[in-house]
């Protein structure tokens, strides 16, 4: 009999003691990991047959917070039962970690079956006589969250937040990261300039969309990942939905790429019994993807300091450009032309470094990828795409950053290095200068479109 791990063999402890039948452990297969949590699958054998739990934990080199706003994921244990006796669809909490467990946070839920992987969700065909009720069912969940009575325990667990002070601790999570991004510091200052009227404040999930719904075909099974959960402006959950990011390339259908914001809305007020100011759900969008541009920064930086060594963190962080470009699109729209991209075989070496790194791209596509399974397999297509980057750097950078550099100097009047210059216009932007100025949103228009035609150039918002 092979030894268990000491990972399997605590579960095991853990599910004797809290399962009742319990026998074995049959496997624990990690998942696919998310933002800065662990999932991971357990198959279990009892008395009656076989069952399946998951367990969540918070990844093991994750030494502090890697979103701005996370909570813990006791507290979100917590949540998720007190969620349950709302009547939100939710998986049962079955045991949460304690310190000698010696497994870190987290907690054991039921497995719950269903669709998670929001590309399947807007295009699986088995859920496609599904689809059209998902925007309306999302619409009544929500607005069972929100309902949720605000009582002394929730204020004690979560914080309390206003939509300057949430827009103003996410811009200083930013602004600790050191890095010049020119479009989120005019995106902080638009929403500042644009804040909702007061509204009633409610419990917020924080991270409501395609890609944390558990969905079937008979549609939402279940909603997870509640460690974004705060006590805010109910509107954010509803804006966060509709985020361009989380349409998985159906920009035609605004609320998670399967419906519509119509539907969305005629569901969350049949249970509110009140009408949905609009212009508050356009600027929680624009939230939303403030928010998001910034959060796949510091997750990268958690990558650059050590933190969460993985081939994903750095990737996630040039998916700032996807976000910041959305923002582009809803507050300063307009025309792009970029350079034209330069092809593989311009250069004098043979082969040219793009061209080596499209040897390696192959190898990782045709030979890793296409033979592993899992984990394995997803891993080597991140790196893929991380390659693909750095080849696109290669050919574009330089296009893109002389351009970049004569608009700066046009804009601000200086001679200076192109690095400095981004730093002038930030700081500017964090002090005076007005959102208004004459060639401002040409500039950031174009250069994250720039970023974005290196970063992710297939990206459903692309110019």
């Known amino acids: 009999m092979t030894r268990l791990e000491p990972l399997e063999g605590r579960l095991s402890s853990i599910l004797k003691t809290e399962v009742s039948g319990f026998q074995t452990l049959v496997e624990c297969k990690q998942l696919t990991a998310g933002a800065s949590q662990e999932t991971y699958a357990l198959r279990t054998i009892h008395t009656d047959g076989e069952k399946k739990f998951a367990l969540r934990r918070a990844q093991s080199m994750l030494e502090q917070e890697a979103l701005p706003g996370q909570t813990t994921l006791a507290a979100e244990a917590y949540l998720l039962q007190l969620a349950q006796q709302s009547g939100v669809p939710v998986p049962n909490v079955i045991y949460i970690l304690q310190p000698h467990d010696h497994l870190g946070e987290g907690y054991l839920m039921e497995w719950l079956e269903g669709e998670t992987l929001g590309q399947r969700i807007v295009r699986a065909p088995a859920l496609a006589e599904v689809r059209p009720?998902?925007?309306?069912?999302?619409?009544?969940?929500?607005?069972?969250?929100?309902?949720?009575?605000?009582?002394?325990?929730?204020?004690?667990?979560?914080?309390?937040?206003t939509p300057a002070t949430l827009i103003n601790e996410t811009w200083d999570a930013y602004k600790d990261l050191n890095i010049p991004e020119p479009m989120i510091d005019f995106t902080a200052r638009w929403l500042l300039d644009h804040l909702p009227k007061s509204a009633p404040l409610t419990l917020v999930h924080g991270d409501f969309r395609n890609g944390n719904l558990m969905i079937d075909h008979r549609g939402v099974q279940g909603v997870l990942d509640w460690e974004l959960a705060q006590i805010g402006n109910p509107m954010r959950d509803l804006g966060w939905l509709c985020v361009n990011s989380w349409r998985f390339g159906r920009s035609d259908l605004p609320v998670g790429g399967f419906g519509t914001v119509d539907d969305l809305l005629a569901g969350y007020e049949s249970i509110t019994g009140s009408a949905v100011h609009r212009p508050d759900l356009a600027f929680w969008q624009v939230f939303g993807s403030f928010w998001w541009s910034i959060t796949t920064l510091c997750m990268a930086s958690t990558w650059r300091t050590g933190e969460t060594p993985s081939v994903e963190r750095p990737v996630i962080g040039r998916r700032s450009s996807e976000a910041q470009m959305d923002c582009v699109n809803l507050i300063i729209p307009g025309?792009?032309?970029l350079p034209t991209a330069k092809n593989l075989d311009q250069g004098q070496q043979l082969p040219m470094p793009a061209e080596l790194l499209e040897g390696v791209r192959v190898f990782l596509t045709e030979d890793i990828a296409a033979q592993a399974h899992g984990r394995p397999a997803f891993l080597a297509k991140v790196a893929n795409n991380a390659l693909g980057i750095a080849q696109r750097e290669l050919l574009q950078g330089p296009q893109l950053a002389t351009a970049e550099h004569r608009r700066l100097q046009a804009l601000l009047g200086g001679s200076e290095a192109l690095s400095i210059l981004r730093w002038t216009l930030v700081n500017a932007l964090r002090e005076h200068l007005a959102l208004d100025t004459p060639g401002l949103a040409e500039h950031l228009r174009h250069t994250v479109a720039g970023r974005l035609a290196v970063d992710q150039p297939g990206y459903h918002s692309a110019p």
Do not use: F, K, Y
């Not at 949720?148 to 309390?160: F, Y």
């Open 133 to 161: 009720q998902l925007a309306r069912q999302c619409g009544e969940i929500l607005a069972c969250i929100h309902a949720i009575p605000i009582d002394e325990s929730l204020t004690a667990l979560l914080p309390s937040v």
């Open 335 to 337: 025309r792009v032309e």
